[in-house]
Nanobody
């Protein structure tokens, strides 16, 4: 059994910052990819940022220069530092991991956390 527990969302004014955390526990073997997705009301879930096991990162254009994804492999924890937040960043944010158990990849999702940015 694997659990991803998210924390750190909330309400912030435009221009403010939030830091999301995602802690994985249970039968974790070797996390390959960690990522953050978000889903705004009435929109499809979109990939925001990814970080590979070696530390390489990717971001969607709309968050480049404002968001930073990171991970602590020893703690099986991922983070999303969000600065200069804009109202259009308002969404439910989900963490995701792809874990390699030696024979196949397994995908897991966090429970989601609301981020609301007021103008």
């Amino acid at each position: 059994q694997v659990q991803l527990v998210q924390s750190g969302g909330g309400l912030v004014q435009a221009g403010g910052s939030l830091r999301l955390s995602c802690a994985a526990s249970g039968s974790i073997f070797n996390i390959n990819t960690m990522a953050w997705y978000r889903q705004a009301p009435g929109k499809q879930r979109e990939l925001v940022a990814t970080i590979a096991s070696g530390g390489s990162t990717n971001y969607i254009d709309s968050v480049k220069g404002r968001f930073t994804i990171s991970r602590d492999n020893a703690k099986n924890t991922g983070y999303l530092q969000m600065n200069s937040l804009k109202p259009e960043d308002t969404a439910v944010y989900y963490c995701y991991i792809r874990d390699w158990d030696g024979s196949r990849f397994r995908d897991y999702w966090g429970q989601g956390t609301q981020v609301t940015v007021s103008s």
